[in-house]
């Protein structure tokens, strides 16, 4: 088996009204439990908007942190999901279910060796 990384992209902006959130994340809620009833679940996690990162680069013996995102951008990393599967075949499709239920791009990476 190998792990692969499921990212999901937000558009920037304010997110959905609960009409449209709220079932999808019963959807997406159901497929976790899919994933984990299969054994392919490891992990997964939201993540906070880019305006609550901190980017941190050296130079020589200084740390300069700048707030904000790296790169200014139309899409964010939203949230992840790491899931164990044969090969890519395997973790597409959970990736296309993952695009079908949010409606949002999804990459698929599987880890280095």
Not at 1 to 27: A, C, N, R, W
């Given at each position: 088996?190998?792990?692969?990384?499921?990212?999901?992209?937000?558009?920037?902006?304010?997110?959905?009204?609960?009409?449209?959130?709220?079932?999808?994340?019963?959807?997406?809620?159901?497929?976790?439990?899919?994933?984990?009833?299969?054994?392919?679940?490891?992990?997964?996690?939201?993540?906070?908007?880019?305006?609550?990162?901190?980017?941190?680069?050296?130079?020589?013996?200084?740390a300069?942190?700048?707030?904000?995102?790296?790169?200014?951008?139309k899409?964010?990393?939203?949230?992840?999901?790491?899931?164990?599967?044969?090969?890519?075949?395997?973790?597409?499709?959970?990736?296309?279910?993952?695009?079908?239920?949010?409606?949002?791009?999804?990459?698929?990476?599987?880890?280095?060796?």
């Amino acid at each position: 088996m190998k792990t692969y990384l499921i990212s999901i992209f937000q558009p920037d902006g304010p997110p959905p009204g609960p009409e449209v959130l709220e079932p999808m994340m019963h959807q997406l809620e159901a497929l976790q439990q899919e994933l984990k009833d299969t054994g392919a679940f490891v992990f997964a996690a939201p993540l906070c908007p880019p305006s609550t990162a901190t980017v941190v680069r050296v130079s020589g013996a200084d740390a300069v942190l700048t707030d904000g995102p790296f790169l200014e951008s139309k899409e964010f990393l939203g949230g992840f999901t790491v899931v164990t599967a044969a090969d890519l075949d395997a973790a597409l499709k959970w990736a296309q279910r993952m695009a079908a239920v949010t409606t949002l791009p999804v990459e698929v990476r599987p880890f280095a060796d």
